[in-house]
């Protein structure tokens, strides 16, 4: 699938974000920043927090790079950060979560986005809750109110997930989902959301093998 093809092969994509580096240069710098929910450090340097980590994106040549030493960032950030860039219109959610299959052509993915996301999430953790938890919070995650146990984590200023995990029991298995912000079809294609819940589930794995 393409969210296959974001996290794998970055040399087709890697023409795509050079041809959107090329139309992101006649864009107006002010309204990027109002769109993106970035900050104007100056005139050629935007702002950003992905994940937890502050960037840096020039302009016009929109290079990212580490806003606290300069340093280089991986290839599937930078490439996630230009296509942020690119589809973000500033449009303002409702504040309510939908799954995958509700974003454009989201239910094509569907299937396989469940089994590598929130299916792979349960069948790791079974019914550990209090891992979960910590793992969750570890990543920065913020507790909300759904299922038996379910955090919000900030990918993008504009763009959330959320996680949500019911516990097993005796005649149904653990399960686990995760959604999007509902305007997320306004800041990246379908295909990266699906890469980004695939991201979420196996920084939760890490988190979770760094707290035992």
């Known amino acids: 699938m393409s969210g296959e093809v974001y996290n794998g092969q970055a040399a087709s994509h890697g023409k795509a974000v050079t041809v959107l580096r090329e139309e992101l240069v006649r864009r107006d710098p002010v309204l990027l920043a109002r769109n993106t929910g970035a900050r104007m ?14 960037l840096s994106v020039s302009f016009p040549d929109f290079t990212v790079v580490d806003a606290e030493n300069g340093g280089p960032v991986d290839e599937r950030t930078a490439q996630l950060v230009i296509h942020y860039f690119y589809t973000a219109d500033g449009t ?18 569907r299937q ?10 349960a069948m790791e953790l079974q019914n550990d809750l209090k891992t979960l938890q910590r793992a969750s919070v570890e990543i920065g995650g913020k507790p909300e109110e759904f299922g038996d146990l379910s955090y919000s ?14 516990r097993g029991d005796e005649e149904f298995p653990p399960s686990a989902q995760v959604l999007f912000s509902d305007s997320a079809s306004h800041y990246l294609p379908t295909d990266i959301c699906a890469a980004l819940g ?3 589930v196996d920084r939760l794995l890490e988190a979770r093998d760094t707290l035992r």
Request: proline fraction near 3%; include cysteine; glycine fraction near 10%.
């Open 112 to 121: 396989a986005y469940q089994g590598y996301s929130g299916n792979h999430l």
């Open 41 to 54: 450090k100056d005139e050629r340097c935007f702002l950003v927090t992905c994940w937890d980590r502050e």
């Open 198 to 200: 695939r991201q979420l």
């Open 153 to 166: 984590f900030t990918v993008l200023p504009c763009l959330s997930l959320l996680l949500v995990y019911w």
């Open 92 to 109: 303002e959610g409702g504040g309510k979560w939908v799954s995958l299959a509700e974003l454009p052509d989201g239910a094509f993915y």
